[in-house]
């Protein structure tokens, strides 16, 4: 397995760990990839528009098939769909979902890209999508939506994307990014304006709400706004990225998935954009934009603490993390 690191100057793979890059590309705005069928799918986040780009395997690096420009600005986050051949997108500055089919034979977008705009449900003015999710079965989709603090609900069939409802969650909290487990019927938040995680029962009606606990140390007087999160392939440990505080919080789940506080460990650089959990859960790799660096860190599978870094390389506004083939 390689490794690939995405910024706002380009992007880097490392075909092996700790290797210095094999492939780099410079682009402006790659701020975030996704892979699947053997394809690697970067957003170009642009505030006058945005595009994808579509990359297939090529020697020891990844060869540019595709480029198209999509409905809706700042392209900020992308989910690939196997299944129905879809690359899925939200555009956080007009507040467009977007899906573009593939033809995974040519390596190249069948068309241009059909698109939803999220409308207002709690307030006029600004929508802003900033997340998409698919579940297992890759026929619903869900998107966070920051500036309505609302999840926005899909139904999702051949490459098509249709409204069925939404979730509202508390004024004021900003959701960002979303994770789902399906096998306990929940939904996990992170939030940017108000740093917590919360927890939403999906069979609910109504309130919706199991939870809500706060990311940031007590007492905390920094400007810090949560990323993104991701559970430890176990399901015991979720993991939470703070930008400002420039930290990982680290939460033990318990049987029902409810969360408690577990331990706290530095990013070891500046704005923590994105992290994943690699090699299977042994290394968390953390992309921190502002100092242009991503790092890997060995962690504990059994107390979900993060050590000390064993790898760094440098990107420029380092932005996502993936590990791939």
């Avoid at 910024?7 to 705005?29: C, F, R, T």
């Avoid at 957003?43 to 990359?55: N, T």
């Avoid at 939200?90 to 034979?105: K, L, N």
């Avoid at 709690?122 to 929508?127: D, F, K, L, P, S």
Wanted: glycine share 10%; with cysteine; charged share 20%.
């Amino acid at each position: 397995m390689g490794i690939l690191v995405s910024g706002y100057g380009g992007i880097a793979w490392h075909s092996e760990k700790g290797s210095e890059p094999s492939w780099e590309e410079q682009a402006a705005g790659t701020s975030y990839c996704a892979a699947g069928d053997g394809m690697l799918f970067a957003a170009e986040e642009r505030a006058d528009g945005g595009a994808v780009r579509l990359y297939r395997p090529c020697g020891n690096g990844w060869e540019l098939r595709d480029c198209m420009a999509i409905s809706g600005s700042e392209l900020c986050h992308l989910a690939y769909s196997p299944k129905q051949k879809t690359l899925l997108g939200a555009c956080y500055g007009s507040g467009h979902v977007v899906a573009v089919t593939v033809d995974e034979q040519c390596c190249r977008f069948r068309d241009a890209g059909r698109s939803l705009r999220q409308e207002p449900v709690r307030a006029a003015g600004e929508t802003r999508a900033h997340s998409v999710l698919l579940n297992a079965a890759e026929d619903a989709v869900y998107s966070a939506n920051i500036a309505q603090d609302c999840v926005y609900c899909y139904s999702f069939s051949g490459g098509t994307l249709s409204e069925t409802g939404q979730i509202l969650l508390p004024e004021g909290v900003g959701p960002r990014h979303l994770l789902l487990r399906e096998d306990l019927n929940k939904m996990y938040v992170i939030t940017e304006y108000s740093s917590e995680i919360i927890v939403l029962n999906l069979e609910k009606t109504g309130n919706p709400v199991l939870q809500r606990i706060s990311a940031l140390q007590d007492k905390c007087e920094l400007k810090s706004y949560c990323s993104t999160l991701a559970f430890s392939p176990d399901g015991r440990f979720l993991y939470a990225a703070n930008r400002g505080e420039n930290t990982l919080a680290v939460f033990e789940a318990d049987a029902d998935g409810m969360l408690s506080f577990s331990s706290r460990q530095s990013c070891f650089g500046d704005w923590p954009r994105d992290f994943a959990l690699l090699d299977g859960g042994a290394l968390v790799g953390i992309a921190n934009q502002k100092s242009d660096e991503a790092v890997f860190c060995p962690r504990d599978a059994v107390t979900g603490r993060i050590g000390e870094p064993v790898w760094r390389t440098h990107l420029e506004g380092a932005s996502c993390i993936r590990e791939l083939p």
